[in-house]
């Protein structure tokens, strides 16, 4: 009887987790048809060629300008200077926590990086607002005063105002990095401690091992921790909307991080509310929403491939 009952609970319980899986992909298909249902009429007007390459962003005007390029290059710029700060500073503190830090004081960094997830969005937004936009902006003018440099360097340094691609590159790298320091560090800690004992009795420090033996066997979850921080970066909207100066520009190789850019989620949040419904301009920003959905789809799938690929090689 109580074998029975046990085989029923297991199969009630398989049978939800079934459905939760199903309906978790079936939600996901329902959004992208909701909205490509209010995104498609925008090609009534025009191409999708025409919206991506289009370089001015002019919904307003007569007659109204829906160019994508300047949002998707303002969301490539913000999200790559993110990352490059978030990267090496994530992958580093997990290291030091899973291969350096004493338990002592693993226990009190950890959950302060993990409280940074915790911290609305819209917080950062303030701090970036109030206070980082004004220290990057005076710490890139002496820079560029500074410096004996080419006169482009110089001019590019010497920002018109803090609120600008880098001060939000810098918010999003904050906020990023929770996700890879958790997930590198349980990356790192799930590596054989046979594999440390083995590069050490062949004579390797600790910083060799670490470097070549730690990390090489971690590098799938790292990769994973990466590529879920790229689409936490990608999906920001409150900070950057708050931060980035909102200019809805094509930023320059020479300056462009040190000037105001605009987001294809800052975008959507600043001017949906103020649409009217079944306009051009609205279904252009359903289109964007569209393109964003694609571009995190690809990422979080580019993260899934990569990281069982990984999985298929350690297992060979």
Known sequence: MR?????????????????????????????????????????????LGELISGQEW?????????????????????????????????????????????????????????ILAAIPSVVFGFVGLMLLGSWVK????????????????QSALNMPTGMAAITGAIMLALMTLPTIVSISEDALNAVPRSYRMGSWALGATRWQTIITVTLPAARSGIIAAIMLGIGRVVGETMTVLMVTGNSPVIPKLTNGLFRPVRTMTATIAAEMGETAHQTEHYHALFMLGVLLFLITFAVNTAADYVTNSQKHVETR
């Open 138 to 153: 005076g710490a890139a003018n002496s820079v560029g005063d500074a410096i004996p440099g080419p006169e482009w360097l």
């Open 3 to 47: 074998r029975n009952l046990r085989r029923t609970w297991e199969a009630v319980i398989e049978a939800a987790i079934k459905f939760a899986g199903v309906a978790s992909i079936i939600f996901v298909i329902l959004i992208l048809v909701f909205l490509l249902k209010d995104a498609l009429p925008i090609l009534r007007t025009t191409t």
């Open 58 to 114: 002019r919904p307003t005007s007569t007659p109204a300008k829906f160019g994508f390029l300047p949002l998707i290059l303002g969301s490539f710029l913000v999200t790559a200077a993110a990352l490059v700060i978030a990267i090496p500073l994530g992958v580093a503190c997990a290291a030091f926590l899973s291969e350096v830090a004493p338990s002592s004081v693993r226990e009190v960094v950890k959950p302060i990086v993990e």
